[in-house]
């Protein structure tokens, strides 16, 4: 059985400015990851590339619940979160061109993304490895005495990692102020989720830990907004960690290498028809939030938007030979080290 949430309704009040801050956000994702995928076809982006289109409304629901001191952590599908979180589209799509203006000096690429000023801590290629990583991170807050909240995210297949368990049981044991979310779009790389476990409905992990659960619709900013920020206010309350399960769905394959033959097309029409950008964009048109020309002035702002970054991203210089050695190690000051 479930350990069910309280049913209480979010604190904080959606508003008009809520509906067209998640619509200018998902629509600059989902711009800039259509371009990040032209250019990675042109061959100016190198290596591994993961796209979070059909994904957005995670990212919008979550940066709308949470404050921006709050901590954020997660695997290679990272672009979308990172810009969410504050990275720029310009530091963003330098660093998939391996330039020096790039988020981590260009060296770190599509899958390490990573921003201490914007609490962002990755963007991260072992698959799991990014879940301990969030607890340590949230007990390092609560160590400080401070309320500050880290969501960490991972996908389905990571969910299957031994190290979620280890994870989970230290998080429940001291009261963590983590919430885990696994973005559940169906498919670990290209294994369906009925093929990787009898679990099916992830969010069920959790009960052996007594953990508050949840499994959400992600393809809607609302539900995931008043998920997180039930979270979050537990975990404010030192009450704990929450594993919320949010079900989406990726349009593209894995990664830019993938056909996705493993799945039909109805499958993925079906899935378009719930697409968060275009329902968020009709409720704010009935609810007459916005005017059709003043969300034709957003769309013409990010066209410009994602067309400076691809220019700065082409202008900025690579790093220098000198930076490959540099934030590698960091050697502490003990004197036996020089002795």
Known sequence: METALSTEKATAKITKDTYLYWYELMVRLRKFEERAGMLYGQ???????????????????????????????????DHGLAIAKGISCNEAMAELFGKATGST??????????????????????????????????????????????????????ARQGALHETFNMAMMWKLPVIFVVENNG????????????????????????????????????????????????????????FLEMRTYRYKGHSMSDPAKYRTKEEVEEYKKQDPIETTLATILKKKYATQAQIDEINTRLDKEIEDCVTFAENSPFPDDNELFNDIYTQPDYPFLTE
């Open 43 to 77: 061959q100016k982006i190198r290596g591994f590339c993961h796209l979070y289109i059909g994904q957005e409304a995670i990212a919008g629901g979550t940066m709308s619940a949470l404050r921006a001191d709050d901590r954020l952590i997660t695997a290679y599908r």
């Open 105 to 158: 000096k260009g060296k770190g690429g599509s899958m390490h993304f990573f921003s201490k000023k914007h609490s962002f801590f990755g963007g991260h290629g072992i698959v799991g490895a990014q879940i301990p990583l969030g607890a340590g991170i949230a007990f390092a807050d609560q160590y400080n005495g401070n309320d500050n909240v880290t969501i960490c995210f991972f996908g389905d297949g990571a």
């Open 187 to 242: 498919y670990a790389m290209g294994t369906s989720v009925e093929r990787s476990s009898n679990v099916t409905k992830i969010a069920t992990l959790g009960e052996a830990y007594n953990m508050p659960t949840e499994s959400i619709d992600a393809m809607k900013c609302e539900t995931v907004h008043e998920a997180v920020e039930r979270a979050a206010k537990r975990a404010r309350n030192n009450e704990g960690p929450t």
